[in-house]
């Protein structure tokens, strides 16, 4: 069996015919017509292929053993184009703020990236607090039954919780993602909702250290008592969110003036190369190669925060 079609996660096999059901792997985005083709012809080219007589119709059969679960895993992507993506590109300021030179090539990338990921993409640049406001408003009162996700970029200076408009008004996190709730935008329902951050969260900076020796940590665990509440559960209506922030709370965010900013550039390289791979796996890789980093010889770390209730693979279309 090829390297590729192991890679495929299952197929579901008709009970009478044994023909692999096709709306399986459109929906599920993942597997392609070929790659399906494939898959079938060393089922039934195998001399150990499986009696699919004994099988329920449309359940899913590993073809790989510990490979992806089943389609109710996976946010269903179907439609083309996939829904929107909205940027809010602010690179010229009033009040004090500095311009934030190379945040057009950001803006470039990921039109380049999110069309061919399938999505309208939607350029607003250098937008005021109130006018923030309203185009996110007007957003959330879209028909969004034929969409299958929604991502909102905000490129901006920032601050812990809230971002800038170019008048340096704040606008809140929870005022970017609020109008795309289930109660407000019933037709987003149980579909992904990806919002990324590109800003600062204060004035931090953040340090690099070496990791400890085993026996220091060892130490240091022994002295730690966990004091933490648990944390409240998150209600059903701000579910199917992801809330990519490109740096944790109270420290800064970085951009090259001639080359985008380390964030958002890291993001698109990874989305580019991901085939397979969900969108928390790829925030993962993020996190660590930006980590790697150094600029101005401090650290950037990226937070990523999420209430998703499945696996979502962008693709290219």
Known sequence: MSETAERATKVAVDKESGSVDS?????????????????????????????????????????????????????????????????????????????RKGTQEDADTLKEVFTRLGFQVKIHNNCTAEQMKKKINDLGKNNFKSDDALVVFVLSHGE?????????????????????????????????????IQACQGDGYQKGYRPCSREDENRKKEAWQADASIPDETVPELADFLIGMSTVEECKSFRNKRTGSIYIQELCKQLKIAV??????????????????????????????YTLTKKLVLKYI
Not at 79 to 97: A, D, K, M, Q
Not at 277 to 299: A, C, H, M, P
Request: proline residues 7%; contains cysteine.
């Open 23 to 99: 709306y399986w792997y459109a929906s599920c985005g993942l597997i392609t017509r070929d790659l399906v083709a494939r898959v079938r012809m060393y089922d039934f080219a195998s001399p150990e292929t499986p009696d699919y007589s004994r099988i329920h119709r449309r359940r899913c059969i590993p073809v790989h053993p510990g490979d992806v679960s089943c389609i109710s895993d996976y946010y269903t992507l179907t439609h083309n184009p996939r829904g929107w993506c909205v940027v809010f590109n602010n690179e010229i300021f009033t009040g004090g703020l500095n311009n």
């Open 160 to 196: 812990k919780g809230c971002v800038f408009g170019t008048d340096w008004e704040k606008v809140l996190l929870k005022e970017l993602t609020d109008p795309f709730t289930s109660g407000r935008a019933p037709t987003l329902t149980g579909k992904p909702k990806l919002f990324f």
């Open 276 to 305: 397979m791979d969900d969108i928390l796996t790829v925030l993962t890789r993020v996190n660590r190669e930006i980590s790697k980093g150094e600029f101005l010889s401090y650290k950037q770390m990226p937070e990523p925060k």
